[in-house]
């Protein structure tokens, strides 16, 4: 399983470039995503909308993710190991 970290400011790009990667990717691999956001959901409704599994985490005004967040997305994770990759 390959995992990529994509950090920037907020209105850089992240979701864009997720978005283009994605629909480039789209067939060849089986991606996944865990949405890390201040508050709302509008960048993960963007790459649910291209078909990718998604996990959204909301940080109530945390700047980045650390490793308290990572147990639920992975309790609940929309791919099972098994089909990864």
Same mark, same amino acid.
């Given at each position: 399983? &390959?995992? !990529?970290?994509?950090?920037?400011?907020?209105? =850089?790009?992240?979701?864009?470039? &997720?978005? *283009?990667?994605?629909? +480039?990717?789209?067939? +060849? !691999?089986?991606?996944?995503?865990?949405? #890390?956001?201040?508050? #709302?959901?509008?960048? *993960?409704?963007?790459?649910?909308?291209? #078909? !990718?599994?998604?996990?959204?985490?909301? $940080?109530?005004?945390? =700047?980045?993710?650390?490793?308290? @967040? @990572?147990? +639920?997305?992975?309790? $609940? @994770?929309?791919? *099972?190991?098994? $089909? =990864? =990759?």
């Amino acid at each position: 399983m &390959l995992v !990529v970290n994509v950090v920037g400011s907020p209105g =850089c790009g992240k979701t864009t470039l &997720l978005e *283009a990667l994605l629909s +480039r990717l789209a067939g +060849r !691999v089986r991606p996944a995503v865990i949405e #890390g956001d201040i508050a #709302g959901s509008i960048d *993960a409704e963007r790459i649910e909308a291209l #078909g !990718v599994p998604v996990v959204q985490i909301n $940080t109530d005004g945390a =700047c980045h993710l650390d490793a308290a @967040w @990572w147990p +639920r997305p992975l309790a $609940t @994770w929309p791919i *099972a190991p098994s $089909t =990864c =990759c």
